[in-house]
Structure formats: C-alpha cells, structure tokens
C-alpha cells in the first residue's frame, strides 16, 4: 500500500519538477533586475510557488514516505532531512534546511522589496532543489521495479 502511494507521489514530483524547471528557465532569461514587467512578476511568482510546491512534495510527501517504507521514526523535519542525507538522497542536508527556509519565507513574505531579494534566493537555490528531486527520483527507482 505504502509502495502504491510512493508511486503516485512520484507522479506529482516529476512533474513538479518539469514545471519548476521551465519556470526557472524563463526566470533567468529574464535575469535580475531593479524593476519588473508585470509578465516578469507573473514568471517569478510562478516560479517562487512552484518551487515551495516542489520542496514540500520532496521534504514533507517523499521523505515522509521512504522514512515509513524504511520504518524510519518520524521525528522532525530536520530529522527527516538529515535522514535523507545519511541515505544519500541528497549531497547536503544543510542545503536542504535553507531551501525549506526559504520556502517558508515564500509563504509569509508579503513586503516588494523583499519579495524581490527571495527572487535572486530562489535562483541560486533552485539547482539544488531540481537536483535534489533527481537524485530521490533515482533512489525511489528500487521501490517501484
């Protein structure tokens, strides 16, 4: 049962991560700027969302899901993110907790001026993320053959 719901969950994070993709594409194509188009904003907020979507599909469904099919106690998120790290789902944890960080700061940032230096934040940590979901993609591979 837990096998079946891992595989559903990884549909949602491979497209997840299609979607994530394409909008960090458009977003550096548009670069970093003092003052945006109003399609420019659209771009970045679907890029900032897509990439909180992303993060919690990987950290709060994924993670959650191969700690219970590994009988894992489930303990906080730095927990299950370091977990993730030990298993070498992802090359660093820290990095990791930044990217929920920063997810978090989507979520309740509310301010232009900082909206924008969470632009320039989610294009450097982005890679990582898109990375990170690769990397559990393939370890996920053994649950599902």
């Given amino acids: 049962e837990l096998i079946k719901l891992l595989d559903s969950e990884i549909d949602l994070l491979k497209n997840a991560t299609v979607i994530c993709r394409y909008s ?6 548009i670069g970093i700027n003092q003052d945006y188009s109003q399609q420019e904003l659209v771009e970045f907020e679907a890029l900032t969302g897509r990439f909180a979507r992303l993060s919690d ?9 191969i700690d219970e099919i590994e009988l894992e106690s489930e303990g ?5 993110i370091n977990r993730a790290e030990k298993k070498g789902i ?4 820290e990095t990791l907790i930044e990217i ?6 989507i979520a309740h940032e509310y301010i ?3 909206i924008k230096e969470i632009y ?12 990170y979901s690769e990397m ?3 370890y996920c591979q053994k649950y599902l053959k």
């Fill in 76 to 80: 906080t998120i730095r927990d299950r």
């Fill in 57 to 65: 599909i990987l950290i709060q469904k994924i993670f959650r899901l």
């Fill in 120 to 131: 320039v934040e989610v294009l450097n940590f982005c890679p990582f993320l898109l990375e």
């Fill in 24 to 29: 960090l594409d458009k977003c550096l194509e």
């Fill in 112 to 114: 232009p001026e900082a």
């Fill in 136 to 138: 559990t993609l393939n």
């Fill in 100 to 105: 929920r960080t920063l997810r978090n700061e």
């Fill in 90 to 93: 992802v090359k660093n944890a």
